[in-house]
């Protein structure tokens, strides 16, 4: 079974995935959504019905001293969204602090045209977030 990490955002989605053992994660896709939740959760059921997922896991945006931000009652009634639609899956949440910081450090590294990077930053934090949860909880 794997595991989806996802970075939530006001306009895009990013999406990673781990492998099916649970050893490693990778990058899967940005969701252009606009605001619109029911073109995430479409998307996302396809791709649930594309691997074995039994876990999904959603970036909590605290605030760098640990407080709530004005977007985690956001983040929260997505959560609330995922759950009733995929009441099946595990659901979990893990603190995202400083991935978004972490995707563009790699993508400096890595020379990513500036051009580029908007479509693949969440897609990369996205994808610390499942690294996060996967070398704390497996």
Request: glycine residues 6%; proline residues 1%; hydrophobic residues 35%.
């Amino acid at each position: 079974m794997r595991i989806l990490g996802i970075d939530y955002g006001d306009a895009r989605v990013g999406i990673a995935i781990s492998d099916s053992l649970g050893i490693t994660s990778q990058g899967l896709e940005t969701i252009h959504h606009g605001g619109n939740d029911k073109k995430v959760l479409k998307r996302l059921e396809e791709i649930l019905n594309e691997y074995e997922i039994d876990t999904i896991v959603v970036g909590m945006p605290f605030n760098m001293d640990g407080t709530s931000s004005d977007r985690i009652e956001v983040t929260n009634k997505f959560i609330h969204k995922l759950k009733c639609k995929f009441n099946n899956l595990k659901i979990d949440t893990m603190d995202e602090r400083l991935t978004t910081v972490s995707a563009h450090r790699t993508m400096n590294i890595l020379n990513i045209n500036r051009k580029n990077r908007r479509d693949i930053v969440d897609t990369i934090s996205a994808e610390y977030i499942l690294e996060s949860y996967m070398k704390k909880y497996l």
